[in-house]
């Protein structure tokens, strides 16, 4: 069993959730997010990407595909700030700690391998809001994530690796890039189940895996679960029960297709098991007054049936995000359509 | 591990989504389920309630709530007669087999302790197109269930018995309850999580001590699981990878409240694992012809938020049925009631 105090829970609705507005999110809901992750007792809050300006028009994307250094100082530094003795604070806040003794949440980004300019957009350690450096990889493009490892932890950050589309990987070749990945600098591996594709019995392996290899190396495990099958929650406390420590959610599962493990799931888990840190409460009116807000804008995310399909398959859900933004309802002529697709690959 | 020829599945959508719509539901849908059913390799289809007629108005309640004998050989006829000749058949009908070599579904009813007037409205099997009588008690009405049960099984029906609210319930009670049921003509003895309230860890421990009790006197073991905290199809393969063989799954998950396992979810994974008998693709024209209809209606099921809370508190989901009926958004209120209320219990 795992020592309580290891546990580290990731909020990664500005990231996986911006995959779905294009990171269009206002300022004050990043604001009572941030605010609402203290909280809640949430340790990392991921608050997009760094992605390459030259390759992503800033046009075209919300501030939180870049997270530049200073907007993040800008909107946490107006939430410490409103926290402090602003009307927000509602006597709640105070020093830097509440009732629960929680601090701030930690910030994290993401950097995909082959989709940033790290060397340029990542800033030493020293000048930046941001403690951690997540670095998302394929399995085929490990050199290129081991570079940004090493570029991220001499430059101060603490560090990830999220290996993506977990669902397809080989077990022989996976163990061997894990070998790879452990002698970097990264303190932490994660599973990132890209497909939700993942049954009990399949997570259970890659998760053993996973551990095997960071024990031998010292290092960590975590969980980012897709939803497709419903088994996003499931498959995350199943990682947590077999050592896994790090580990992902989304508010209301706000993230890419059928989202994610959801924020308030976790929470509740957590406070029934004790966790004296992690509160669901604070997450109701977050829930309510912002992610609510934004369905009604007509954003869609989540469990639907045509992701359960490419789950199923084992495929990535880019054909049933198409299938929900035509308002197609005809499954059965979708699945047809991606097993014939799923044959050629 | 348990032969794969002994798991059963039982489809509940009737009587469980009963429970939301008050057992309306056009004859066109019974017929295309029945149909869908046999396609898919559903084994039980369980068609509503035996209710008292003195008791629950029949002009405030579908037929499903009542089941006679004659409404549903109704259906099935019709359903059984366009199989073989009529334009639904479309070939894939003939002689009582299909491409799968599936039979028509057994035809189960549940009937509730204290709810029925089971010794003249369950008339002898002989009379009866109906297979199965689903013993739904609670553990402190288990005496009647005992006569219930003794009363089906005299008059030549397979038996199970389903215990409600399980997840109240004191281990060591528990177990003395089973030996008693045991020892009854119920050949199945149902876990019923009515108020989706049980963890992995929980519902392990529930369906252990079930299997215990049912090895020693040679009975079955169900499960059918409530989605409040998105757990209803994991704690359904979790409960198979125990020794469970009676699956309950309903389509969409339409049932009470936060509904229940999705029968296309659990047709899924059965495909996957090698089951030959079993099928998603035929449920998905039903699931958009048939529950897509029901939704447009505005009849409301599945999860949300306010059925998280009430299962993370251990709580019939009526509260939240509640609140949802009333349009209310306020979670933070909500979850400060339904604990207030909690304490005095």
Known sequence: MCNLKEIQIVDATLRDGGLVNDFYFEDELVKALYRTNRLTGVDYMEFGYKASKKMFDPAQNGKWKYCDDEEIRKVTEAAKASWECGPDGEGKGGHGSDAAGNDWPKIAVMADVGRCDYQEDIRPKAESPIDMIRVATYLDTIPGAVEMIEDAATKGYEVSCNVMAIS??????????????????????????????????????????????????????????????????????????????????????????????????????????????????????????????????????????????????????????????????????????????????
Chains 1, 2 share one sequence.
């Open 168 to 345: 397809k990987s080989d077990e022989y070749d996976l163990k061997g890039s894990l070998e790879t990945l452990a002698k970097t600098p990264a303190s932490v591996l994660y599973v990132v189940d890209s497909y939700g594709a993942l049954y009990p019995d399949h997570a259970k392996r890659v998760v053993d895996t996973y551990l095997e290899v960071a024990a031998k190396y010292g290092k960590k495990v975590g969980m980012h679960a897709h939803n497709n099958l419903q088994l996003a929650f499931s498959n995350t406390i199943l990682a947590k029960k077999l050592g896994a420590t790090w580990l992902d959610g989304t508010y209301d599962s706000m993230g890419r297709g059928a989202g994610n493990c959801a924020m308030e799931l976790l929470l509740s888990y957590l406070e029934r098991e004790g966790f004296e840190k992690y509160h669901v409460t604070p997450a109701l009116p977050f829930l309510d007054d912002y992610m609510e807000k934004l369905k009604a804008k007509g954003i869609v995310w989540g469990y639907d049936l045509q992701y359960l399909l490419t789950g199923r398959l084992n495929q990535h859900p880019r054909a049933a995000i198409k299938f929900t933004k035509e308002g197609r309802r005809d499954h059965e002529a979708f699945y047809h359509e991606i097993r014939e697709g799923n044959i050629g690959k």
